[in-house]
């Protein structure tokens, strides 16, 4: 069983940045990867950006191109969403998952992934 915890959201005005983290139980990240998606109150969850493994190419959504990066840290046993220019359409709960068996085809979606953190809710005030 993993555990996947996420950190960092908050209240921020529009053009602000905030930098989410996602920290899960266990030397995890060199079994999964682990990328983020988002949620709006009962929509389906969204691909916000990840990748197949480490060292692969990241995706990213169209909407968040340009203003979000993803980035993992080993040493931290952590992965990282820093966002940029925030707009109110960011707005969402922000989920890190964690998938085993994730092709370039199937990153983006989120029955593909094995575990889920609780996440963490993003607010930006226009």
């Known amino acids: 069983q993993v555990q996947l915890v996420e950190s960092g959201g908050g209240l921020v005005p529009a053009g602000g940045s905030l930098r989410l983290s996602c920290k899960p139980s266990?030397?995890?990240?060199?079994?999964?990867?682990i990328n983020w998606f988002r949620q709006v109150s009962e929509k389906e969850r969204e691909f916000v950006a990840g990748?197949?493994?480490?060292?692969?190419?990241?995706y990213y959504a169209d909407s968040v191109k340009g203003r979000f990066t993803m980035s993992r840290d080993s040493a931290d046993n952590a992965v990282y969403l820093q966002m940029n220019s925030l707009r109110p359409e960011d707005t969402a709960v922000y989920h890190c998952?964690?998938?085993?068996?994730?092709?370039?085809?199937?990153?983006?979606?989120?029955?593909?992934?094995?575990?889920w953190g609780q996440g963490t809710q993003v607010t930006v005030s226009s």
């Open positions: 998952a964690a998938g085993s068996r994730l092709i370039r085809s199937t990153v983006r979606f989120s029955s593909a992934y094995d575990y």
């Open positions: 266990g030397p995890t990240l060199n079994r999964y990867a």
């Open positions: 990748n197949r493994q480490k060292g692969a190419t990241t």
